[in-house]
T-cell receptor, first 108, second 112 residues
Framework: QKEVEQDPGPLSVPEGAIVSLNCTYSNSAFQYFMWYRQYSRKGPELLMYTYSSGNKEDGRFTAQVDKSSKYISLFIRDSQPSDSATYLCAMRRGKLIFGQGTELSVKP | DGGITQSPKYLFRKEGQNVTLSCEQNLNHDAMYWYRQDPGQGLRLIYYSQIVNDFQKGDIAEGYSVSREKKESFPLTVTSAQKNPTAFYLC???????????FGQGTRLTVV
């Protein structure tokens, strides 16, 4: 079993939709939780990170962590075609462990 | 500008040859990482280094080697022992106690 599980998609939504991306994990030792966005053939860029359970909001993006369920989510409101990318969750216990990434396509 | 530079962007290698991928950072980060990315498999950790002259194997270290002689440099050698080296390779760095890791733009290696 992988330490971090993420549905690879692909996920296709219409412009303006609310997008929900999720990851589950098995190791309760994970402390930091991150979401990265990766455009095709580019390096990932950090979108958000959080340490504790609860919600963290940044513009159209909300990161949610539920440590009791070992479940994290990223919500994108009012999705735009420019949000089309692969979204990777990542967790830290010393080294960084990544999920498989979810490929998102936002259609105009 | 601060950042991580990977070179070259594209690299072609003949079977049986070793090849070295460059990664340089001027962020003054202690930790550096190498990941491999294949379609549908996300990022898999090859090697990481928390401090100069020290490094640890990640999940898929076989067929790869690294060195960390300088804080700003963490080159990755893909040896002929790596059975399926064609992939997208990403280098990253971070302050160990912090959360953020910054990535380079990657090197796409193709074995011909």
């Amino acid at each position: 079993q992988k330490e971090v599980e993420q549905d690879p998609g692909p996920l296709s939504v219409p412009e303006g939709a609310i997008v929900s991306l999720n990851c589950t994990y098995s190791n309760s030792a994970f402390q930091y939780f991150m979401w990265y966005r990766q455009y095709s053939r580019k390096g990932p860029e950090l979108l958000m990170y959080t340490y504790s359970s609860g919600n963290k909001e940044d513009g159209r993006f909300t990161a949610q962590v539920d440590k009791s369920s070992k479940y994290i989510s990223l919500f994108i409101r009012d999705s735009q075609p420019s949000d089309s990318a692969t979204y990777l969750c990542a967790m830290r216990r010393g080294k960084l462990i990544f999920g498989q990434g979810t490929e998102l396509s936002v259609k105009p | 500008d601060g950042g991580i530079t990977q070179s070259p962007k594209y690299l072609f290698r003949k079977e049986g040859q070793n090849v070295t991928l460059s990664c340089e950072q001027n962020l003054n980060h202690d930790a550096m990482y190498w990941y491999r990315q294949d379609p549908g498999q996300g990022l898999r950790l090859i090697y990481y280094s928390q401090i100069v002259n020290d490094f640890q194997k990640g999940d898929i270290a076989e067929g790869y080697s690294v060195s960390r002689e300088k804080k700003e440099s963490f080159p990755l050698t893909v040896t002929s022992a790596q059975k399926n080296p064609t992939a997208f390779y990403l280098c990253a760095s971070s302050v160990p106690a912090e959360t953020e890791a910054f990535f380079g733009q990657g090197t796409r290696l193709t074995v011909v």
